[in-house]
């Protein structure tokens, strides 16, 4: 807000004094500026106001409701107001409303309605919102077309391999077997590029999750039965359930990948520390597990730290990996809300 000078009541009547400050101080505003009194009848403007509100100028004494419908609905909105453009600047202007009170002696006599104009913030915004859209609906198309053309693909593959001669030598069956491989790699690529790239927006619904059940699942999820996982101390999380479900089971998903035998889970005040046993990765490759078209520690894990790492920006949380642990990798995810056992199931 501004300072405002002094406010009188005169014979009963709402009027902004002196004069001077009006023409030198508000005048002089962005914003525009509208006062109306206890009954909602408008009494005073700046020039700023009357531009944007061409009806105001006919309006005084008048309610505001009246005179200018749309301000007066906006003032319970916590939307932008739209207004039309200037002659020299095409496009519609957005308005940030904003209602003060205005007192005397402690009375309410008048409000001051205060629009800032938020025009270049708004459309940077839809315009963000709109390459949004239009990148997940981008998203959307390929993951459908690679998945018809691997379809495709791997529906001809099938007929030429039962078709082949019964003298087929030892090297063709490795040839067909290796070929059903990278199609199963493609479309587990595609899947995980998909998720990916939802993943990289900020989550809007969460909740208090038990650790201990999320890890369940995500074991579930994978068949891990060769994969020892371990929660040392079962808390709550407040985050996305299916969301941080994927993320263990992206760590599952890691820990078949990489051979491993053991995964364990702790936390910490606001910290989850996850460790993985096996190979550690060099320190001056880390920055690398989470790039994905990178083949680190393997080229079939290269998009799990990524997606970890996206799962976790989501919540705003930072994902680490720490170069100090020796036995395998250690994951450390730090910034998130960590209650103990027993809030929520």
């Given at each position: 807000m501004f300072a405002v000078g002094t406010l009188y009541v005169v014979d009963e009547q709402f009027v902004a004094v002196p004069q001077f400050w009006?023409?030198?101080?508000?005048?002089?505003?962005d914003e525009k500026i509208v006062l109306i009194d206890d009954e909602g009848r408008v009494r005073d403007y700046n020039r700023r106001a009357v531009?944007?509100?061409?009806?105001?100028?006919?309006?005084?004494?008048?309610?505001?409701?009246?005179?200018?419908?749309?301000?007066?609905e906006a003032l319970g909105d916590d939307d932008v107001l739209t207004t039309g453009g200037r002659e020299h600047d095409a496009g519609p202007?957005?308005?940030?409303?904003v209602s003060t009170p205005l007192t005397r002696t402690g009375a309410v006599v008048g409000r001051a309605v205060v629009c800032t104009d938020v025009t270049r913030v708004e459309r940077q915004r839809r315009q963000l919102e709109r390459q949004s859209d239009q990148l997940d609906d981008f998203a959307d198309a390929i993951t459908h077309e690679l998945r018809n053309a691997l379809a495709v693909a791997r529906g001809h593959f099938d007929v030429i391999a039962a078709d082949r001669p019964p003298a087929d030598t030892e090297s063709a069956r490795t040839s067909v077997d290796a070929v059903r491989d990278a199609h199963r790699r493609i479309d587990r690529i595609v899947t995980d590029l998909a998720r990916l790239a939802a993943r990289e927006q900020t989550v809007e619904s969460v909740e208090e999750c038990s650790l201990d059940a999320v890890v369940e699942a995500a074991s579930a999820d994978i068949g891990a039965d060769d994969v020892e996982i371990q929660v040392e101390r079962d808390a709550t999380v407040v985050a996305s359930r299916p969301v941080l479900t994927e993320l263990f089971t992206n760590v599952v998903q890691f820990a078949e990948f990489e051979d491993a035998e053991r995964v364990t889970v702790e936390t910490g005040r606001s910290e989850i520390v996850i460790t993985v046993d096996g190979q550690q990765?060099?320190?001056?490759?880390?920055?690398?597990?989470?790039?994905?078209?990178?083949?680190?520690?393997s080229a079939e894990?290269?998009?799990?730290f990524p997606t970890i790492r996206a799962i976790g920006s989501s919540h705003g949380w930072t994902v680490e990996v720490d170069p100090r642990y020796r036995d395998g990798i250690?994951?450390?995810?730090?910034?998130?809300?960590?209650?103990?056992h027993g809030l929520s199931a």
């Open positions: 009006r023409n030198q101080l508000v005048d002089s505003l531009e944007a509100f061409p009806e105001l100028a006919d309006g005084e004494d008048q309610p505001l409701d009246a005179v200018v419908p749309r301000l007066a202007r957005y308005l940030q409303v990765v060099p320190e001056n490759r880390i920055e690398a597990l989470f790039a994905y078209g990178e083949a680190v520690p894990t290269g998009t799990v250690q994951v450390d995810i730090g910034d998130v809300r960590i209650g103990e």
